[in-house]
């Protein structure tokens, strides 16, 4: 039996869950990479609603500059903020990020997801 092509919200999902440990990828990647172009507001929505307790790791999208997008000081922003910093990924207390270090970029090929010191 044939499986049915997942939605877009699945798309999404299936993108961000590769989105490797220490890395990071903005709302306009993840839609690029799900196929959806440039509706990156769309990727916002479907991490909204990702199930309770969803392993998905939704921290790891960022905006397009490079800075968390979740109120600042707001339970969701603190928990995106701790599991970067878990994971090695350095936050300034603004919520920004640097892209160029950190950004997952899987079309560059093999070594690209690890984090060059």
């Given at each position: 039996m044939d499986r049915p092509e997942p939605d877009n919200k699945q798309r999404i999902w299936q993108v961000v869950a590769l989105i490797p440990a220490g890395r990071v990828a903005t709302y306009g990647d993840v839609a690029r990479q799900a196929g959806l172009g440039r509706a990156a507001r769309r990727v916002g929505l479907a991490l909204?609603?990702?199930?309770?307790?969803?392993?998905i790791p939704w921290h790891r999208v960022v905006n397009s500059?490079?800075?968390?997008?979740?109120?600042?000081?707001?339970?969701?922003?603190r928990?995106?903020?701790?599991?970067?910093?878990?994971?090695?990924?350095?936050?300034?207390?603004s919520g920004r990020l640097d892209l160029a270090r950190w950004r997952?970029?899987?079309d560059r090929g093999p070594g690209s997801e690890t984090t060059c010191e």
């Open positions: 909204g609603q990702l199930p309770e307790g969803s392993r500059a490079g800075k968390l997008s979740l109120p600042a000081g707001s339970p969701a922003e928990q995106q903020r701790q599991r970067l910093l878990e994971e090695g990924i350095t936050v300034t207390a997952w970029q899987p």
